[in-house]
T-cell receptor
Framework: ETGVTQTPRHLVMGMTNKKSLKCEQH?????MYWYKQSAKKPLELMFV???????ENNSVPSRFSPECPNSSHLFLHLHTLQPEDSALYLC????????????FGPGTRLTVT | GESVGLHLPTLSVQEGDNSIINCAYS??????FIWYKQESGKGPQFIID???NMDKRQGQRVTVLLNKTVKHLSLQIAATQPGDSAVYFC???????????WGAGTKLIIKP
């Protein structure tokens, strides 16, 4: 596979469930990002990892827990989410320090019931 | 606070006409301004960028104009095609090279 892939593409979960989103990039990048995209809102940056180290956490609630085991993989662990967390979650990658050239995955459409 | 905003949330254009999508930004420290295109069911895709030391940059059928005096950015699409239907986002790097500030997006609709 090429580019940035995300699984699953769609996810429906209850408020008491625990699930994880996965992102993988095949571009040799060393920075990865999680975004939340809600209707009629700008993209909200959630987390940034550079060389596997978290360098940005934009006041994201603790019910979202990121994990970056290596430069190619990024996870977002979800637990006890709220209905307002329903959104499209996008993963992106770039070379570190080159956030202007981010490559995005197709996103995971999350619905919290 | 810092913000990047769009003048029009939706733009309808006749197929074959030129499209102009506008964006306002507020951070004078930004070095890069970028346009992304997001088609339905896909993530945003890089279209073109421009550095702060330039006023204009052209790509294939697209031109980006930067007016630093009024902090305005625009994307021009020539001879708009049905495949241009998407949401277009502007973004700027602000004070950082490690994250972007995103606009709300403009939905471009192509009329046959």
């Amino acid at each position: 596979e090429t580019g940035v892939t995300q699984t699953p593409r769609h996810l429906v979960m209850g408020m008491t469930n625990k699930k994880s989103l996965k992102c993988e990039q095949h571009l040799g990048h060393n920075a990865m990002y999680w975004y939340k995209q809600s209707a009629k809102k700008p993209l909200e940056l959630m987390f940034v990892y550079n060389f596997k180290e978290q360098t940005e956490n934009n006041s994201v609630p603790s019910r979202f827990s990121p994990e970056c085991p290596n430069s190619s993989h990024l996870f977002l662990h979800l637990h006890t989410l709220q209905p307002e967390d329903s959104a499209l979650y996008l993963c992106a990658s770039s070379q570190a320090g080159q956030a202007n050239e981010q490559y995005f995955g197709p996103g995971t459409r999350l619905t919290v019931t | 606070g810092e913000s990047v905003g769009l003048h029009l949330p939706t733009l309808s254009v006749q197929e074959g006409d030129n499209s102009i999508i506008n964006c306002a930004y507020s951070n004078s420290a930004s070095d890069y301004f970028i346009w992304y295109k997001q088609e339905s069911g896909k993530g945003p895709q890089f279209i073109i960028d421009i550095r702060s030391n330039m006023d204009k940059r052209q790509g294939q059928r697209v031109t980006v104009l930067l007016n630093k005096t009024v902090k305005h950015l625009s994307l021009q699409i020539a001879a708009t095609q049905p495949g241009d239907s998407a949401v277009y986002f502007c973004a700027e790097n602000g004070d950082s090279n490690y994250q972007l500030i995103w606009g709300a997006g403009t939905k471009l609709i192509i009329k046959p």
